[in-house]
T-cell receptor
Framework: EAGVVQSPRYKIIEKKQPVAFWCNPI?????LYWYLQNLGQGPELLIR????????DSQLPKDRFSAERLKGVDSTLKIQPAELGDSAVYLC????????????FGPGTRLTVT | GIQVEQSPPDLILQEGANSTLRCNFS?????LQWFHQNPWGQLINLFY???GTKQNGRLSATTVATERYSLLYISSSQTTDSGVYFC??????????FGPGTSLSVIP
């Protein structure tokens, strides 16, 4: 069974440029999460989807961040425009719906904003 | 909101030693998960353990939900155990919160 797939693995952009990250969850997983992880810290949830619906986006900086999950499968997270402080690892995870929330993580995208 | 604490923040072990990592949380939780983040950044599932005790090889975990803590035991540590260990909880209001992690270094 394939795991959570993310691309790209690394991205270097100049500030004020846009950037997008892609995630494909484990087949059959209805719940998809995007996290941000700063160096030396634990992941912080940005947004959680149940199928196509964003059920928790309270931590998503909506002035510059956006996300979509069309058809309830893969998802895209976008930053426009990027700032220096956005340099971090962006992690995607998925899980089955229901009481069990056992999450499985992708390898992450390391973003560097110069 | 709920606070999740992990101790110790850093740990250095000689290969073959045993260790106990702790996760405390300030409110009731529905679920708890332990992860190992390897030096390449990949988060690997260790245990899904909202309560009780589980074992997987040299690792075991215990969660006492009524007392709001979970323990991860590593026995006969190996250099490949190095990395950061996170606990993550899901609160009763559906929030997923990670602890700050315990950084483990196992030296030969």
């Amino acid at each position: 069974e394939a795991g959570v797939v993310q691309s790209p693995r690394y991205k270097i952009i100049e500030k004020k440029q846009p950037v997008a990250f892609w995630c494909n969850p484990i087949s059959g997983h209805n719940t998809l999460y995007w996290y941000l992880q700063n160096l030396g810290q634990g992941p912080e949830l940005l947004i959680r989807y149940e199928n196509e619906e964003a059920v928790d986006d309270s931590q998503l900086p909506k002035d510059r961040f956006s996300a979509e999950r069309l058809k309830g499968v893969d998802s895209t997270l976008k930053i426009q425009p990027a700032e220096l402080g956005d340099s971090a690892v962006y992690l995607c995870a998925s899980s089955l719906v229901g009481n069990s929330y056992e999450q499985y993580f992708g390898p992450g995208t390391r973003l560097t904003v110069t | 909101g709920i606070q999740v604490e992990q101790s110790p923040p850093d740990l250095i072990l000689q290969e073959g030693a045993n260790s106990t990592l702790r996760c405390n949380f300030s409110d009731s939780v529905n679920n708890l998960q332990w992860f190992h983040q390897n030096p390449w950044g990949q988060l690997i599932n260790l245990f899904y353990i909202p309560s009780g005790t589980k074992q997987n090889g040299r690792l075991s975990a215990t969660t006492v939900a009524t007392e709001r803590y979970s323990l991860l035991y590593i026995s006969s540590s190996q250099t490949t155990d190095s990395g950061v260990y996170f606990c993550a909880v899901k609160t009763s209001y559906d929030k997923v919160i990670f602890g700050p992690g315990t950084s483990l270094s196992v030296i030969p």
